[in-house]
Each structure stands twice: as structure tokens, then as C-alpha cells.
């Protein structure tokens, strides 16, 4: 008997390769603000600018056509306890987008910033009624991957504030920080009183310093100062980047997964934030660390750049989930 043919690979083309974006657009804005604290006069934010938007098109071009030709693929998606929350990635790397391109284009940057607010308030008020109304989750499914649908609210202050949206930017800085002090309770007791997280979600923890980073940049937009909430919201980051680099041998032997790009964007959220510690203080240190951490990020992008296209090629992504 013919055995039936497996379904094309586009079927499982995930959601999580927003990520990608979300990466490589942070990497642009770090390299942005070192070109202004630093004095580097090499265009390189602009040319990562230009990959993740042309990334951003093709990986929404592609899943467009998913939602078309395979919408119960899409609709599993949204049901699962941990893809489900990578659905925001879309509308975050329209709001990092919109905050690479706020100085040269604004306009531009505007449509981008109503569209990814728009799609990341509905998105967080979808998620919670899901994880509210829920019959299915188990302690098991809380990883940090949960942060990305509530807490990445933290990402409109810091163009809507310098488009104008003022008491718009607070509001949603405060759907992120409140979630993030609930959520970090909840994801840090699953680590510390259940079985470790699976390999294949072992990078996400890198996504547990991006609130504080993002809120710290989200705040200095809003209250205009460095004042004692911004040095907690920094140092706190900061502290969460040395617990997960003093653990870089247990990362390094993990094989290669798509959940990889979570190093990404969380280490460009540090750099940006240590820069801008920089420019508001002039402490040498927090140069010679910017400096060390702007390194780090774009070696690892490269990195997660070839492993992405390695993996791509020899068919390890867009496979059915084991």
C-alpha cells in the first residue's frame, strides 16, 4: 500500500524565526548607538538594518503562504503551550524595526510603531485568555519563552515616547514591568523545584535578561533621567547577563536548535543599554563593557547566521516537531 506522501516543509515552517529578526534588528540598534557613543564610523547599522528588514519580509512572506495553503498548522500553533508564545515575535520586530528607522525615516517609523502596538497589545490580551482559560498546561510548559508575549509591551516606550504617544508608552511599559516581576516568580520557582528545561529550550534563558534591559531603555524615554528605578532596572539586567555568561560551557554544548536566536537579541538589548549607561555617566567601564558586549553579540549573530543556513540546508528546520 502507497504510504501517503509527508506533508511539504513549508507546513512546519515555525513561527519562532521571527526571532531572527528580532536579532538581527537589535543588533542594528546596538551598533546605531555605538556609532553615536563610540564615534565608529563604519555604516554597519545601516547594513544589518537592511538584512533584517529584507529577513523580516521573507519570513513573513513565507508565512503568509502558510496561513494560506496549511491554516491548521497555523491554528496548532496558536494552541501549543510554547510555540504560542513566539506569535508576538511578529509584532516585536515591527516595533524594533520602527525604532531602527525612527531617526532617518519617521514616517516610516510611525506606521511601523501603530502596527507593532497595535498587534502586541492584542497579541498579550489573546495569550492571557489563553493561559487563564487553559485545560491543558502543565508546570512543565513554563519556560522563559512565556516573557516574549506580555513583557515585550516594554518595547513601545522607546519609539512611541519620541513619537509623541506618551501616556500610550506608559501604559504599555507598565503591562511589561508588572508581568515581568509575576512571571520571573513563576518561571525562577519551574527552575529551582522541577526538572530542567529540554535542550531545545535551554538558549531561551538568555530571553530572562531582556525585560530589565528593554525596561531600562523603555524608562530613560519616559522619565528623561537616570534616576534609582533605571540603575535597579540596569543592574539587574546586568547581573542576569553574568549569571547565564558564567554558564557559556553549558550553552556552547548544546546542539543546534532554531531556539538559538534567543542569545541574540536579549545580548543586543544588554549592549544598547550599556552604551547608553555610557553616554549618560562617562564611566570608562561601562565603554570598555560596551565595547566587550557589542563584540560578543555580533559574533554571535554571524554565528547563528551560517548555523541557521547550515541547518536550512541539510533539511534540520521546518520538520515536524519531535
Given at each position: 500500500?502507497?504510504?501517503?506522501?509527508?506533508?511539504?516543509?513549508?507546513?512546519?515552517?515555525?513561527?519562532?524565526?521571527f526571532?531572527?529578526?528580532?536579532?538581527?534588528?537589535?543588533?542594528?540598534?546596538?551598533?546605531?548607538?555605538?556609532?553615536?557613543?563610540?564615534?565608529?564610523?563604519?555604516?554597519?547599522?545601516?547594513?544589518?538594518?537592511?538584512?533584517?528588514?529584507?529577513?523580516?519580509?521573507?519570513?513573513?512572506?513565507?508565512?503568509?503562504?502558510?496561513?494560506?495553503?496549511?491554516?491548521?498548522?497555523?491554528?496548532?500553533?496558536?494552541?501549543?503551550?510554547?510555540?504560542?508564545?513566539?506569535?508576538?515575535?511578529?509584532?516585536?520586530?515591527?516595533?524594533?524595526?520602527?525604532?531602527?528607522?525612527?531617526?532617518h525615516?519617521?514616517?516610516?517609523?510611525?506606521?511601523?510603531?501603530?502596527?507593532?502596538?497595535t498587534?502586541q497589545?492584542?497579541?498579550?490580551?489573546?495569550?492571557?485568555?489563553?493561559?487563564?482559560?487553559?485545560?491543558?498546561?502543565?508546570v512543565h510548559h513554563?519556560?522563559?519563552?512565556?516573557?516574549?508575549?506580555v513583557?515585550?509591551?516594554v518595547?513601545?516606550?522607546i519609539?512611541?515616547?519620541?513619537?509623541?504617544?506618551?501616556?500610550?508608552?506608559?501604559?504599555?511599559?507598565?503591562?511589561?514591568?508588572?508581568?515581568?516581576?509575576?512571571?520571573?516568580?513563576?518561571?525562577?520557582?519551574?527552575?529551582?523545584f522541577?526538572p530542567?528545561?529540554?535542550?531545545?529550550?535551554?538558549?531561551?534563558?538568555?530571553?530572562?535578561?531582556?525585560?530589565?534591559?528593554?525596561?531600562?531603555?523603555?524608562?530613560?524615554q519616559?522619565?528623561?533621567g537616570?534616576?534609582?528605578?533605571?540603575?535597579?532596572?540596569?543592574?539587574?539586567?546586568?547581573?542576569?547577563?553574568?549569571?547565564?555568561t558564567?554558564?557559556?560551557?553549558?550553552f556552547?554544548?548544546?546542539?543546534?536548535?532554531?531556539?538559538?536566536?534567543?542569545?541574540?537579541f536579549?545580548?543586543?538589548?544588554m549592549?544598547?543599554?550599556?552604551?547608553?549607561?555610557?553616554?549618560?555617566?562617562?564611566?570608562?567601564?561601562f565603554?570598555i563593557?560596551?565595547?566587550?558586549?557589542?563584540?560578543?553579540?555580533?559574533?554571535?549573530?554571524?554565528?547563528?547566521?551560517?548555523?541557521?543556513?547550515?541547518?536550512?540546508?541539510?533539511?534540520?528546520?521546518?520538520?515536524?516537531?519531535?
Amino acid at each position: 500500500m502507497t504510504q501517503p506522501a509527508p506533508p511539504p516543509r513549508l507546513a512546519h515552517f515555525p513561527v519562532a524565526f521571527f526571532s531572527m529578526t528580532m536579532g538581527l534588528a537589535g543588533l542594528s540598534i546596538a551598533w546605531h548607538k555605538a556609532q553615536q557613543v563610540l564615534g565608529i564610523g563604519l555604516p554597519i547599522a545601516a547594513i544589518l538594518l537592511g538584512v533584517a528588514a529584507l529577513a523580516f519580509l521573507v519570513l513573513a512572506s513565507l508565512y503568509l503562504t502558510k496561513l494560506i495553503r496549511y491554516r491548521e498548522a497555523v491554528l496548532k500553533e496558536l494552541a501549543h503551550p510554547v510555540q504560542l508564545n513566539f506569535f508576538p515575535t511578529i509584532a516585536m520586530s515591527l516595533l524594533l524595526l520602527g525604532i531602527a528607522t525612527l531617526e532617518h525615516w519617521p514616517g516610516l517609523a510611525l506606521g511601523l510603531w501603530v502596527v507593532g502596538a497595535t498587534s502586541q497589545l492584542l497579541l498579550t490580551l489573546y495569550v492571557l485568555n489563553v493561559w487563564i482559560h487553559h485545560e491543558r498546561f502543565e508546570v512543565h510548559h513554563v519556560n522563559p519563552a512565556w516573557f516574549i508575549p506580555v513583557v515585550g509591551n516594554v518595547l513601545v516606550p522607546i519609539a512611541g515616547a519620541r513619537l509623541g504617544f506618551i501616556e500610550t508608552s506608559w501604559f504599555f511599559l507598565a503591562i511589561g514591568l508588572l508581568f515581568w516581576l509575576l512571571l520571573f516568580a513563576i518561571v525562577l520557582q519551574r527552575f529551582i523545584f522541577h526538572p530542567s528545561l529540554p535542550d531545545r529550550l535551554m538558549p531561551t534563558f538568555f530571553i530572562l535578561i531582556a525585560p530589565p534591559a528593554v525596561g531600562f531603555i523603555a524608562y530613560l524615554q519616559l522619565s528623561g533621567g537616570l534616576d534609582a528605578l533605571a540603575r535597579i532596572l540596569y543592574y539587574a539586567g546586568l547581573f542576569l547577563t553574568l549569571l547565564l555568561t558564567v554558564q557559556a560551557g553549558r550553552f556552547l554544548r548544546l546542539e543546534f536548535f532554531l531556539s538559538w536566536w534567543a542569545y541574540s537579541f536579549p545580548l543586543a538589548a544588554m549592549t544598547t543599554a550599556t552604551l547608553i549607561m555610557y553616554q549618560l555617566t562617562q564611566n570608562l567601564a561601562f565603554a570598555i563593557l560596551g565595547w566587550g558586549l557589542l563584540s560578543l553579540v555580533s559574533l554571535v549573530v554571524v554565528y547563528l547566521l551560517y548555523r541557521t543556513a547550515l541547518a536550512v540546508r541539510e533539511g534540520q528546520i521546518c520538520v515536524p516537531a519531535h
